[in-house]
């Protein structure tokens, strides 16, 4: 059986995937943990063979408790499994050492082929993760990805201090696309908040010559 840690700060998303791994005998689910400090705990006390890891965590992010545990000459294959796949989350955990990164959308059946795959060592990456990482490596050393007009758009209303809710009505979008729009632009500008979103796209003249529209 491949002994499993599962570490994320909700309780839910531990419940679901304890609930989902027990139904099946190839494996078996060792301890949980609700940040990446306690993982690293639970981790030396229980030795498991795969750790499900999530990325954005209290107390100590998934890539820095990765970093621990490959510098601690933990054995355990680290899988990612998180909500987002934008370049500044994906390339620092395998970076890091994970062997493989997953959303959180991902079928049970691949969930459960990515699991038996981190545990012989084979690298694994979702669909969308693959595709990015490709694009990257096919890009012109030093290339930058250029913004969408799109994300340049949403940028321009949130230096002029709109809300997520308040662009999503300007530009006539949902609020959840105007948050991808942002992770997109936080990803392409290498950055991880809006405020330096924005200082970056005044620094390189992005928002001086793109207007939302109205």
Not at 55 to 70: A, F, N, Q
């Amino acid at each position: 059986m491949i002994g499993l840690l599962i570490v994320d700060d909700h309780p839910v998303v531990r419940d679901g995937l304890r609930g989902m791994f027990a139904g099946d005998d190839r494996f078996t689910v060792l301890g949980e943990a609700g940040d990446g400090r306690e993982a690293l705990a639970v981790a030396a006390a229980v030795g498991p063979d795969v750790i499900l890891m999530d990325l954005r965590m209290p107390v100590l992010d998934g890539v820095s408790t990765i970093r621990e545990l490959k510098a601690g000459g933990s054995g355990a294959r680290v899988l990612v499994l998180t909500t987002y796949d934008t370049d500044s989350d994906v390339l620092p955990a395998i970076k890091a050492g994970a062997t493989g990164y997953l959303l959180k959308d991902s079928p049970r059946e691949e969930l459960f082929r990515a699991v038996v795959a981190a545990f012989r060592g084979e690298s694994v990456l979702s669909p969308s993760v693959a595709g990015r990482l490709m694009g990257r490596l096919r890009a012109p050393a030093g290339e930058k990805e250029p913004l969408s007009q799109r994300e340049l758009e949403v940028l321009a209303l949130i230096a002029r201090g709109s809300s997520n809710r308040e662009a999503a009505r300007k530009l006539f979008i949902s609020e959840a696309t105007v948050k991808t729009h942002l992770l997109h632009a936080y990803a392409k500008l290498g950055v991880r908040d809006r405020a330096a979103a924005v200082a970056t796209a005044f620094e390189r003249g992005l928002l001086g010559r793109e207007q939302p529209r109205s």
